[in-house]
Nanobody, 127 residues
């Protein structure tokens, strides 16, 4: 079973930065499959929510309002890795962050549109 692997989570003070990575090397990258990658998060006591997404082929990003202007999603095709650079973090960003992928090639905000998931990485922002 394809597994995405997140890393880079940790504890940071408010106003700080973290960069999450998602190893996508288990996906089958070929000329026929279009992928889109997404980041979601689940805060304590809340539903999992969309954060950002990017098309693998063209690198077109899309952000949730909460991430716009503070987070940057990118991908490195050579390394089969997706990144989420998070700046100016606040305690409200505390959550488990999940990497996801779909073979539809669309940057969806809906988790049901993603076929593959990682197990998540914890991000904790202290005030």
């Amino acid at each position: 079973q394809v597994q995405l692997v997140e890393s880079g989570g940790g504890l940071v003070q408010a106003g700080g930065s973290l960069r999450l990575s998602c190893d996508c090397s288990q996906l089958s990258f070929d000329r026929y499959t279009l992928y889109a990658m997404g980041w979601f998060r689940r805060a304590p006591g809340k539903e999992r929510e969309f954060v950002a997404a990017i098309t693998w082929s063209h690198g077109v990003p899309y952000y949730a309002d909460s991430a716009e202007g503070r987070f940057t999603i990118s991908r490195d095709n050579a390394k089969n890795t997706v990144y989420l650079q998070m700046d100016n973090l606040t305690p409200e960003d505390t959550a488990i962050y999940y990497c996801a992928a779909n073979n539809l090639g669309i940057t969806s905000t809906l988790e049901n549109n993603y076929n593959y998931w990682g197990r998540g990485t914890q991000v904790t922002v202290s005030s």
